[in-house]
């Protein structure tokens, strides 16, 4: 992976070691559906947030159809962008990755996008691969695995894709420090989010049960002829795995499972739910209205009508790799763009110590 491109504002570098502030990481993710900024200081085994941004900006509406993003998605999404660049300024950030996923991925015309982003913003978004997307999040929600389990499958719903990734625990592969990544046996992305799903199946005038199991079946046969993971069905068999289940369709569910009355990240990030709850809880959006689904605080009006959609991936990959426990994650690629920053820096911190300390030694 290539250097991560310096922040607007960088040049303050010097300037900030000198006056002794902490020095401040930010982590941009563009995805089909949100705009997100997280800006944080470096702690010992993890970070400090110091400012976060989340905006829906859905800048994948209609690119299923058109296979272009669209003029509107294109200025929500540059709005959103003007303001997270001007919280990297203020904020003194030393320094930046900002990536950008399926839409940008998708798109014919991404790379323009892309360039219009830095002319008019400076900042400089990266188009990372599937494989990168996966494994940053599964960095961000490292500290979420149970590691008296013996594996765990973490779920990224995004707005245009879906990646999926097998981790090993157990004690060889859990050895050394609990906030470092383990391995990922298989991973896989599938070209279905939220957005997408949702445009395929719009809801009509009303949610059915039909209307549902469709949803989840075609996310079924997106993910049922994968065979990399099988080596790892006998550990779910056993109950021996749990989920991580990241998203804003997910965290929602934990919401409405939990009866908030406005949504809480304290008590949702983290929360262990059974299949059941999960079930029960997607049966409860179910039933309601597009308008009673808006009206729900842990949803509100941007998500009513993609809220199902990310439920019927969940229960798709349930269906497929059974666990009694799914932990919700309010987290992912930001904190795992975050956690790598910080690493790498600390590591050419050290190759930079060794000489000197060896000429002493001399």
């Known amino acids: 992976m290539s250097e991560a491109p310096r922040a607007p504002g960088a040049e303050r570098r010097d300037r900030t070691r000198a006056s002794g502030e902490m020095a401040c990481y930010a982590a941009l993710d563009l995805g089909t559906n949100n705009c997100r900024l997280l800006i944080a200081t ?9 400012e976060a941004f989340s905006r829906i900006v859905r800048l994948g509406e209609g690119l299923s159809q058109t296979g272009r993003l669209s003029d509107a998605a294109m200025e929500r999404a540059l709005a959103a962008l003007r303001i ?13 990755r900002a990536i950008a996923t399926q839409a940008c991925r998708m798109a014919e015309n991404g790379p323009e996008f892309i360039e219009r982003v830095f ?23 490292v500290s979420l695995l149970d590691r008296s389990a013996e594996a765990a499958l973490v779920v990224d719903v995004g707005g245009g894709s879906t990646e999926l990734s097998w981790v090993e625990l157990g004690e060889a592969a859990s050895a050394g420090p609990s906030h470092r990544p383990p391995p990922i046996r298989a991973w896989l992305s599938i070209p279905i989010g939220v957005v997408t799903l949702a445009e395929k199946f719009p809801e009509g005038e009303a949610a059915t049960e039909t209307w549902f199991r469709a949803m989840v079946d075609t996310v079924k046969a997106e993910i049922g002829a994968f065979r990399r993971a099988d080596p790892l069905r006998p550990v779910f068999d056993r109950d021996r795995a749990h989920l991580i289940g990241t998203s804003g369709a997910i965290t ?38 597009a308008r009673e689904r808006a009206e729900q605080p842990c949803i509100g009006p941007d998500r009513a009508d993609l809220v199902l959609a990310g439920a019927a991936i969940l229960q798709a990959v349930q269906e497929l790799w059974p666990c009694n426990r799914v932990r919700v ?18 590591r050419r911190r050290r190759r930079r110590r060794r000489p000197a300390r060896a000429m002493a030694a001399e």
């Not at 997270?84 to 930046?96: G, H, Y």
């Not at 309010?330 to 910080?342: H, Q, V």
């Open 119 to 141: 002319a008019e913003t400076g900042l400089r978004l990266q188009i990372i691969s599937p494989q990168e997307e996966a494994r940053l999040s599964v960095a961000g929600c």
């Open 84 to 96: 997270s660049a001007e919280k990297i300024r203020r904020r003194r950030v030393i320094q930046l």
């Open 329 to 346: 994650a309010d987290r992912g690629l930001r904190e795992g763009i975050l956690i790598s920053l910080m690493s790498d820096r600390g």
């Open 42 to 50: 470096p702690g010992a085994t993890s970070f400090r947030v110091v």
């Open 252 to 289: 929602s569910l934990a919401g409405m499972h939990l009866n908030l009355l406005r949504y809480d990240r304290n008590r949702v990030d983290g929360i262990w739910m059974t299949r059941e709850q999960c079930e029960a809880a997607a049966a409860r959006l179910l039933a309601l209205s």
